[in-house]
């Protein structure tokens, strides 16, 4: 029986580590020095940036926490993240839930077909990454079903994210397609994954690394609505290096975290143009006189499917201001 001096000590030794799963009460955390798994608690209330966080720690995570018992341990500092991905929390939609943190990259997988493609969804999936300035993969899968016109719907949203500096790849998971230059991509690195379910994600991933089993479930509404299935991400070693996080698949994004200017500012290549806004780093481009945003659209040098889809997001985020400024609830 160690003496009660000893535990004393024991317990006071902070050791390293990266969480690789939450499952809400309790963090996954892998030794940095042994590579052991070590089950964390975490106590307290966390705050990140004055947001409300309904998870305080993140999948990626670099934390140190101090042994409680065997293979158990109360996290005591959380590192400071590199980045982070934050979306509103599927419960209460003013706090915001931390999805993950110290990533390299993320990467979104879509289609064309099968779903058909909600092409709004990566606009919204980007105002998650654009915050922090996330180098961000569009991988288009399922391309062995496009026709025709699917692959000139590809052909233009290829040419609209990359000239704004995104990655964008075709992929199809039963053919083979674009899997060498995605491994490329991911190897060494911390990447990021999502999708919207039964596009095929985890097909994909298994192409790339067949032993590999993605279980994260999905979320089947974040608009802060219904009742959810509370789901976390999950960190997995690749064999050929780095790490993907997986995470829980997703319907809708709605962004009542945000204020309208931030949601202007995420919108990387209207940002770009601001300063030449007259109301620069304040405009909304909307109306605004001499906007550099709206000048840029009439010239076709930004996209106005992006456009659109900014417009239908400011609109959302603005009513959702608007009521509760006007109601007591
Ligand atoms: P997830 O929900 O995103 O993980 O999607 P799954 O990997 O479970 O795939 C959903 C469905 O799409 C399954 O029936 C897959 O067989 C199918 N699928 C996935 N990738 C491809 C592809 O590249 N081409 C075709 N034709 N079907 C695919």
Same mark, same amino acid.
């Given at each position: 029986m160690p003496t009660p001096q000893l535990l004393k000590f024991i317990k006071n030794i902070l050791i390293q580590g990266t969480?690789? /799963?939450?499952?809400g009460s309790w963090y996954i955390v892998r030794r940095t020095d042994t590579q052991a798994i070590v089950q964390c608690r975490i106590v307290g209330k966390f705050r990140l940036e004055n947001m409300v966080l309904t998870n305080p720690v993140a999948v990626g995570d670099i934390v140190q926490f101090a042994i409680e018992s065997e293979g158990k341990g109360m996290i005591k500092k959380i590192m400071p993240r590199t980045n982070y991905v934050a979306r509103q929390s599927p419960r209460r939609k003013h706090d915001v839930h931390l999805l993950a943190s110290n990533i390299d990259q993320a990467l979104l997988f879509v289609t064309i077909v099968e779903p058909s493609l909600k092409q709004g969804f990566i606009d919204r999936f980007l105002l998650t990454t654009e915050p922090q300035e996330i180098p961000t993969i569009i991988g288009f899968n399922k391309? *062995?079903?496009?026709?025709a016109d699917d692959k000139a719907i590809y052909e233009n949203m290829k040419a609209i994210y990359e000239k704004i500096g995104y990655t964008v790849l075709l992929i199809s998971a039963t053919e083979g397609v674009g899997l060498d230059a995605l491994t490329t991509l991911l190897t060494n690195k911390i990447t990021m994954i999502s999708g919207q379910s039964g596009v095929g994600k985890s097909s994909v991933v298994n192409g790339i690394q067949p032993e590999m089993t993605l /279980?994260? #479930?999905?979320?089947? *509404?974040?608009? #802060? /609505?219904g009742q959810h299935t509370t789901t976390f991400a999950e960190m997995h070693p690749l064999s050929f290096g780095g790490y993907l996080i997986d995470t829980p698949g997703i319907k809708t994004l709605a962004f009542n975290n945000l204020e309208p200017i931030q949601v202007a500012h995420n919108f990387r290549e209207f940002f770009a143009l601001s300063?030449?806004?007259?109301? #620069? #780093?304040?405009?909304?481009?909307?109306?605004?006189?001499?906007c550099a945003v709206l000048a840029a659209l009439e010239r076709e040098e930004i996209s106005a499917i992006r456009y659109e889809n900014y417009l239908q997001i400011l609109e959302e985020v603005e009513d959702q201001n608007y009521w509760e400024r006007h109601t007591d609830v």
């Open positions: 969480v690789i /799963k939450s499952t391309a *062995d079903l496009y026709d /279980k994260t #479930g999905d979320i089947s *509404d974040y608009s #802060g /609505k300063d030449d806004c007259r109301f #620069g #780093g304040t405009c909304l481009h909307r109306n605004e006189p001499n």
